[in-house]
């Protein structure tokens, strides 16, 4: 598609369940972005891929949390045993490259309600 | 942690009208970012401005960098009600982070109104 899709757009769980949140990014960006909305706040950065290679997973708030990309292009981020506290939007982007001067195309994002 | 704050949280408008958008960093960046949210929606990129650099405009966009302030503006001119958002300044870091890896304020809540 021509831009960064996420599925779901809604996923309500309870608390205890094991959701899983995918992200389609724009064909052949090597670099991918999980980030975690609160409300009424910036986004913060859970993890980072360059192709299929996990990088940088120092924003994973706990070890129930895990992301994977295998073949360097959709990627999945799994929440186990989830808690009220993980309810926010996820938001997925890709890049082109890895350089520091990319912008970013972000998905719509993944609103997640614990319940 | 987040690494950018934006000032005002909140403003609001009249079609026609200027606003100006502040933001302030902490620590050494490459570059800095403008990002714009519509409500329920993904982040979209307005405007990159390197360190080196210290005005760029786009359309009625103009950015502003102060790297001796770590600071910088965005001002959108003759706003119209479509411009009715939050606004976003992003920073990477210079050294010691991921590269690529975005920092977020809390943002700006733009209104414009008719």
């Known amino acids: 598609g021509a831009g960064v899709s996420q599925s779901p757009r809604y996923k309500v769980a309870k608390r205890g369940q094991d959701v899983a949140l995918r992200c389609d990014p724009i064909?052949?960006?090597?670099?991918l972005f999980w980030y975690q909305q609160a409300l009424g706040q910036g986004p913060e950065f859970l993890t980072y891929f360059q192709n299929e290679a996990q990088l940088d997973k120092s924003g994973l708030p706990s070890d129930r949390f895990f992301a994977e990309r295998p073949e360097g292009s959709v990627s999945t981020l799994k929440i186990q045993r989830t808690q009220q506290e993980d309810s926010a939007v996820y938001l997925c982007a890709s890049s082109l490259d890895r350089g520091p001067s990319q912008p970013q195309h972000f998905g719509d994002g993944t609103r997640l309600s614990i319940l | 942690s987040q690494q950018g704050e934006e000032d005002p949280q909140a403003l609001s408008i009249q079609e026609g009208e200027n606003a100006t958008m502040n933001c302030s960093y902490k620590t050494s960046i490459n570059n800095l970012q403008w990002y714009r949210q519509n409500s329920g929606r993904g982040l979209v990129h307005l405007i990159l401005?390197?360190?080196?650099?210290r005005e760029k405009h786009s359309g009625r966009l103009r950015v502003t960098l102060d790297t001796s302030k770590k600071s910088s503006s965005l001002l959108i001119t003759a706003s119209r009600a479509a411009d009715t958002a939050s606004y976003f300044c992003a920073t990477d870091a210079e050294r010691g982070s991921t590269l690529g890896r975005l920092y977020f304020g809390r943002g700006t809540q733009l209104t414009v109104w008719p």
């Open positions: 064909s052949g960006h090597v670099s």
């Open positions: 401005i390197r360190s080196n650099e």
